[in-house]
């Protein structure tokens, strides 16, 4: 070794030395950071949950899609819509995967019409829903919806585990980690780990906490007090069919749920996960490849 | 460099030679792409250059796709958005790829920029490659700003709300200007769907305008021909390699391996880079509780709410950028690569890890603590450039530095060899 590739060695070290020593004088002066992570208002971290869809390989799993399909249309429709799915929708792979014929009938069904549309005298009429349709809620606008709901408005939910997350409030010696850790291992579930909590997080408001008129207690929703009334019963949950054999709770709905709606955010999950595995192992082939071309071609020069 | 321009081009076919003595456009590009001399001992953090012009190629060529579905007015672009995430055939693909790759972009810009700054790629005479870069950066900037408002979802609004806001400041030097310019940007008296359209327009525009300033800056570049690791020039033929096969192979490896990364989120955390609340449509009614902008933005906005004052927050804000320019005559020093600078070394990773601590304290909220921290590390981003620079340039006794690219590489590879005999058979 040269005296000169011996300083180059030490030019790197003393760029990480000095990072670190920066890192280290930074944790010794910076308490506040610790303080900050644990003085959020909610006072109940939200826990992150186990779901078929989580992580880099995750896919929906198709039985808990039709039971969270269920949970929708015996609690959610009453007050929500869910637009941006069409019946046809719950047919596709990737989802709960109904029978085309079991989706024909269920829009014809739908309690819900849709309306802004004419006849052929140009009376605007309201007919029943067909499997090209949107799921509707019962509020044909945002005006009435808010009229019927004493001011507060439901969203509608074709978008809301995507639309929703999980604050993060590690102090910055430790962010960074976090972020790594979520980074590997594909973590994109925050919404759906927020959305359950929400639904399972309505509990007897702490002595002291005064919750307002038509406002209900939960440990999950930002500030503690939402319009939104519990829509899980514990004692009388969403029964499921006996052959599923999953045992019908308040949680098992709001998981189901969950995930339901977890698909209506992201019809696409199953395919992009699976295209994206054969895409990387292309691009890691390729990459190894084009990496002993390079090595062959600059072994012809010193370099 | 005159050297450069040799070209050993022999069109073998009469079309070729027929061409040739019209319009060498083949001469042209054999001459820069095959036998411009290359440093041979450029290392992988060279290779950002060429995953760049992907990145904006592949930016170009997503975006023209999600311009045939997407709905430039404020009543349907979300909705449009949408139905190219369900809808369209591979529109969720087309997406990621557009959002995830704007992130890319910015990862490889801010990797090739400290590249420039860490091996003195800006000094003599690379300044007017060097100002070019920092032009390109700036509509780079621009650009991705007005590509995140096309959603049309919260985030996109309400960002658009703030930072066209700013230039309402103007309003403390000339009354009334600042007000005028906001309004001529809006296009009304507040952001809506006509603000859309216009960023519309130049979000479609601006990229092509990318790609007329990157032939300006592969022009420079090829010029005054590349820097390398220890700030040499290629000075004689034995100081270069062909930039094909040498570069050209290199650059296919860095390039796959950084789309292995961009992949890596495009398909498995697609949303991470964004906000939730960019799902929930545009609602001018509801402010959300935290506006942040985009992750590349945030050194930039801890700078602007760094300072007490709107007007100099503003100022700040745009001058961590413009001060760029004025790198190359701010450094004094007479060697280039912070290799054999063991003095400013230290200071180049406290300003890295500045620019690192403005972008983890520029998303957090403007309170107390954060606002204290990035006003020191405000300080120190002005300090680095104007004190630093100059100062650190004139004190410090560099090391010594090789007499050229081939002593350099002879010398280490005879010093490897020597450590290691039994390596080498």
Known sequence: MGPMQRSMKRSWLNGWVVAIAVAGAMAAVLPFSAANAAGDSAGHAIERQEWSFGGFTGQYDQAQLQRGFQVYQQVCTACHGLKRVRFRNLAEPGGPMFPEAAIKALAASWPYQISGELDDQGNPIDRLPGPADQMVGPYKNDVQARAAQGGALPPDLSLIVKARTIETHAPWYSHWFHMLVDVVTGYQEAGADYLYALLTGYHDAPAGVTVGDGMYYNTAFHGNQLAMPPPLIKDAPVEYQPEAGVKATLEQNARDVTAFLAWASDPTLDTRKRLGWQVMLYLLITTVLLYLVKRKIWSRIEH | MSGISYSSYKPTTKVGKWMDERLPVGRMFHAQFVDFPTPRNLNYWWTF??????????????????????????????????????????????????????????????????????????????????????????????????????????????????????????????????????????????????????????????????????????????????????????????DGVPFTPYATSKDAVGMFAFLLFFCWFAFFLPDYLGHAD?????????????????????????????????????????????????????????????????????????????????????????EAEYVFWARVFTFYYFAHFIVVMPLVGWFEKPLKVPGSITEAVLAKNKGAAAAAPAAKS
Not at chain 2, 72 to 92: C, H, K, L, T
Not at chain 2, 308 to 325: N, Q
Not at chain 2, 356 to 365: D, E, I, R, T
Request: aromatic residues 16%.
């Open chain 2, 49 to 238: 250059g060429g995953i760049l012009s992907f990145c904006l190629m592949a930016q170009i060529v997503t975006g023209i796709v999600l311009a045939m579905h997407y709905q430039p007015s404020g009543e349907m672009a979300f909705d449009s958005v949408e139905r190219i995430r369900r809808d369209v055939n591979f529109g969720w693909l087309i997406r990621n790829l557009h959002a995830v790759g704007a992130s890319m972009f910015f990862i490889a810009a801010y990797v090739h920029i400290f590249r420039g700054l860490y091996y003195g790629s800006y000094k003599a005479p690379r300044e007017i490659l060097w100002i070019i870069g920092v032009i390109i950066f700036i509509v780079m900037m621009a650009t991705a700003f007005m590509g995140y408002s096309l959603p049309w979802g919260q985030m996109s609004f309400w960002g658009v709300t703030v930072i066209t806001n700013l230039f309402s400041s103007i309003d403390s030097i000339v009354p009334g200007l600042g007000t005028t310019v906001v309004e001529w940007l809006w296009g009304g008296y507040s952001v809506t769907g006509v603000t859309l359209n216009r960023f519309f327009s130049l979000h479609y525009l601006l990229p092509f305008v990318l790609a007329g300033l990157v032939v300006l800056h592969v022009w420079a570049l090829h010029v005054v021909g590349q820097n390398s690791p220890m700030g040499l020039d290629v000075k004689t033929p034995s």
């Open chain 2, 278 to 366: 960019n799902y929930v449509e545009a609602n001018p009614l509801v402010t959300p509780p935290h506006i942040v902008p985009e992750w590349y933005f945030l050194p930039f906005y801890a700078i602007l709410r760094a300072i007490p004052s709107k007007l100099g927050g503003v100022i700040a804000m745009f001058g961590a950028i413009a001060i760029l320019v004025l790198v190359p005559w701010l450094d004094t020093s007479k060697v280039r690569s912070t290799k054999y600078r063991p003095l400013y070394r230290w200071f180049f990773w406290l300003f890295v890890f500045s620019c690192v601590a403005l972008g983890w304290l520029g998303s957090k909220p403007a």
